[in-house]
């Protein structure tokens, strides 16, 4: 699979989803990378030490997903993203070989956001 590194200097919207992240008041931004198909491990996240972060106004988290390769899961993702409000869906492909992809965008959205 060859791969082109060019898109991540356009100015192109790369991203399908973003979080509900405030970045002027936000300290630290954790970013979990997690597959488009895993809802059960993000909600399991969300269940035990993310819930603790709600008395630390100043972190925030959101999950890092590409594109699913399953039809149908996307409208799910968009679900999940409207109730929750910590997605970052990157516009790619979401297998191991684009995650070094996945990891340098999660990066230019929280330096340009």
Do not use: C
Not at 45 to 58: F, G, I, V
Not at 74 to 99: A, N, P
């Amino acid at each position: 699979m060859l791969l082109s590194w060019s898109f991540l200097f356009t100015q192109e919207n790369t991203f399908l989803l973003f979080p509900k992240v405030n970045l002027d008041t936000t300290k630290i931004l954790v970013l979990i990378h997690s597959n488009s198909e895993t809802y059960d491990r993000r909600d399991a996240n969300r269940r035990t030490w993310l819930k603790d972060l709600s008395d630390y106004p100043h972190i925030a988290v959101a999950f890092v997903v590409g594109k699913p390769a399953k039809a149908g899961i996307q409208k799910l993702l968009i679900e999940e993203s409207q109730k929750f409000g910590d997605i970052l869906q990157v516009d790619i492909k979401d297998d191991y070989w684009t995650l070094t992809i996945k990891e340098t965008m999660a990066f230019k959205y929280a330096v340009n956001t």
